[in-house]
Structures are given as C-alpha cells and as structure tokens.
C-alpha cells in the first residue's frame, strides 16, 4: 500500500542532505513533492533523482525566510502539482558555535532561518489547509532544542519550534491539521556545521558514535522514515509531538555511566 499515493507534500531545504532523503522516501510511497530550495541547483538535482526512481517532483525556488517569496512558493508549488496536503518544515542553517562568537546580526538571522521560516511556511499553507478540512505539517527540529550543544541562536530557535509545534496542533489540530516535530540527533549531511567541524576532524562521525547508545549517528535516511511514519494517515491521533530521532542520545549519558566504577 502506498501510503501518499494522491498526496502533495511540500519539503522545504529539500535540496539538503535530510530533505532529499524526505523527498525520495515520500515520492517513493506514491506522493508528489515541492522540492522548495533557496538553491536552485541542489533543489533541480532532488527532483531529478526523484524523476530518475520514478516519482513526480517539482523545484521551488524560494527564501523561507521572506513572506512574499514563501507565498508565492505555495502558489507555485500548487500550481505545479495540486492543493499541499504536508508541510515539511526541514530547512535549517547553523553558523555560530559559541554565544561569545554570535554577533547580534548573527542572531537574529539563525532565527529568522530555523524559526521565523517555519511560521511563514506553516501561515502560507494554513488557510488551503483549513479550507479543505485537513493537513499535516512537520516542523525538523534538532536535539539541540533540548540539551545545550553549542550553536546558541540555532539552539533557541529550535527550542522555539517546540512551541510553535504546540500552538499549531491546538490551534489547528480542530480544523483537522495535524503538527508534529521531529528532533534528530547527529546526521552524516553537509550542512555547513558538519562541514567545518569535518574539515577539522575527516573523522568527526565516528568520533562522536560513542555519544549514541545505538553506536552510530544517524543518516538521512532515519529522519525520512521517521517523517513518514509521522505525516501519514495512520498517525492521525499523534498531534503537538516531538519525536526524538537520536539513536538515544538525549535518553541516556553512556560515556559518562562508562567512566563509573562498577561492581
Ligand atoms: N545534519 C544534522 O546533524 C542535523 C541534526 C539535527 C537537525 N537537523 C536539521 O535538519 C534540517 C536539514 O538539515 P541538513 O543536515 O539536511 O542540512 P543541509 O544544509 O544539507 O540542507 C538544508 C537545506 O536548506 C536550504 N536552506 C537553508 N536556508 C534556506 C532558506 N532561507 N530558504 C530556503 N532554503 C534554505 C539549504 O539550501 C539546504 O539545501 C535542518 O532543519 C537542520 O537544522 C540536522
């Protein structure tokens, strides 16, 4: 059974390492997706390997971070391929490591990427969403939301998403739209955070393996099965969650219970 067979879903930073993950495995149970991208290039090669396995995709340029391009991204994208039954609010950018380096400029544009973009996103396909009586958003959060790992303005905005998730499930949960956040844990992708720290340690992924009770981190492919497990019908009762995919990071301190002494 495809489960998005005659569904639309619009994955915005679809051009990324998780959301071109999203995009494949969602193409791939029947669905057709709005790769929305501010890169046009990155968003043009996720709908080609949709094309190439078979699936229907379109790009969409667009800054999640400015209305009218959001707005006009929707009505591209339903021009495109129908009425959006999913949102998934995946795109995200990290930039600062410490609060001591975070300028206030800095600041206010990790939130306007990984917070501010989510509301706009989520506001500019409500009203189709509320017109035809149902509707699913994800918003992709991070571990960071919950413990403190660096990257503070990203960080904050993370945690802000939590409640932005809250608002839209009691909010819109009676109009038939269902929000949910998925948080993951470590991710092999080349979002520009894992891409200096590689430069620095070509290791860096194994390095931190120790971190996870399940003795790797993650892949793309994790958070894709997680989302839809999440947007599909047959979670129509989970509303206003934060799935942890993190291999049990955040559950569990398995370095430090190793440097206890036990009997
Ligand atoms: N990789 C990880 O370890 C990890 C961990 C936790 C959470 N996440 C979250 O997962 C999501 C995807 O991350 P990824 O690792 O695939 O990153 P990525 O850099 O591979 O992909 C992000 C995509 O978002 C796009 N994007 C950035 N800013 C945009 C904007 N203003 N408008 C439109 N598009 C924009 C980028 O062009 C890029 O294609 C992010 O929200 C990130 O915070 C990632």
Do not use: C
Not at 173 to 182: A, D, E, L
């Amino acid at each position: 059974m495809k489960r998005y067979a005659d569904k639309t879903i619009m994955v915005t930073g679809g051009g990324g390492g998780i959301g071109r993950a999203i995009a494949l495995r969602l193409a791939g149970e029947g669905g057709a997706i709005a790769v929305l991208d501010k890169n046009g290039q990155a968003a043009d090669e996720t709908v080609s390997q949709v094309a190439a396995a078979g699936g229907r995709a379109a790009a969409v340029i667009a800054d999640i971070t400015d209305w009218d391009s959001v707005q006009n991204a929707v009505a591209e994208a339903e021009q495109a391929l129908g009425p959006l039954d999913v949102l998934v609010n995946n795109a995200g950018w990290a930039q600062r490591g410490s609060l001591e380096d975070t300028a206030p400029e800095d600041w206010d544009k990790e939130i306007a990427v990984n917070l501010r973009g989510h509301f706009l996103a989520a506001k500019a396909v409500l009203p189709g969403m509320v017109a035809r009586g149902h509707g699913v958003i994800v918003n992709i959060g991070s571990v960071n939301g919950f413990v403190a790992l660096g990257n503070p303005g990203y960080s904050a905005a993370k945690a802000g998403l939590y409640s932005l998730t809250q608002t839209l499930s009691g909010e819109y949960g009676p109009k038939g739209i269902r929000t949910n956040m998925i948080s993951p844990g470590t991710i092999e992708t080349d979002i520009e955070t894992w891409r200096i720290r590689r430069q620095k340690n070509p290791e860096i992924f194994d390095t931190l393996a120790r971190w996870y009770p399940v003795g790797r981190v993650g892949q793309p492919e994790d958070i894709a099965a997680a989302t839809a497990y999440i947007a599909a019908d047959e979670a129509a009762f989970v509303n206003g969650a934060n799935l942890m995919v993190d291999g049990g990071l955040t559950a569990s301190l398995n370095p430090m219970i190793e440097e206890f002494v036990l009997e």
